[in-house]
């Protein structure tokens, strides 16, 4: 089974930097496009940036020039480098992906499945 799990949330003063990541693990064939999310309290969840596999970049206007997505293919994982963070940052940053997932292998045939996958998400709070 395919999982994401992200790391680097916590609490920043605002102006402050974060780095969030987000590592695929499973029986991975490919991981296509990843995108992170986010949702403060009170609010839908809405997307901060989203990367394809080459390296295309989509970002919300709100974190534009602050915010910047950026992958590693050779490792399964994104990252999200915050900087001049501000109080309405704050939220539930979830990690998404787009994922060929292999279900059988054999030396003739290769199955697999293409499914969306979500992380269980990492808090950042502003501290002030």
């Known amino acids: 089974q395919v999982q994401l799990v992200e790391s680097g949330g916590g609490l920043v003063q605002p102006g402050g930097s974060l780095r969030l990541s987000c590592t695929a693990s499973g029986s991975i064939l490919n991981v296509h496009a990843m995108g992170w999310y986010r949702q403060a309290p009170g609010k839908q969840r809405e997307l901060v940036a989203r990367i394809t596999i080459s390296g295309t970049t989509d970002y919300a206007d709100s974190v534009k020039g602050r915010l910047t997505i950026s992958r590693d293919n050779a490792k399964n994982t994104a990252y999200l480098q915050m900087n001049s963070l501000k109080f309405e940052d704050t939220a539930v940053y979830y990690c998404?992906?787009?994922?060929?997932?292999?279900?059988?292998?054999?030396?003739?045939?290769?199955?697999?499945?293409?499914?969306?996958?979500w992380g269980q998400g990492t808090l950042v709070t502003d501290s002030s």
């Open positions: 998404d992906a787009d994922v060929s997932e292999i279900m059988a292998s054999d030396i003739d045939s290769l199955e697999y499945r293409d499914l969306e996958v």
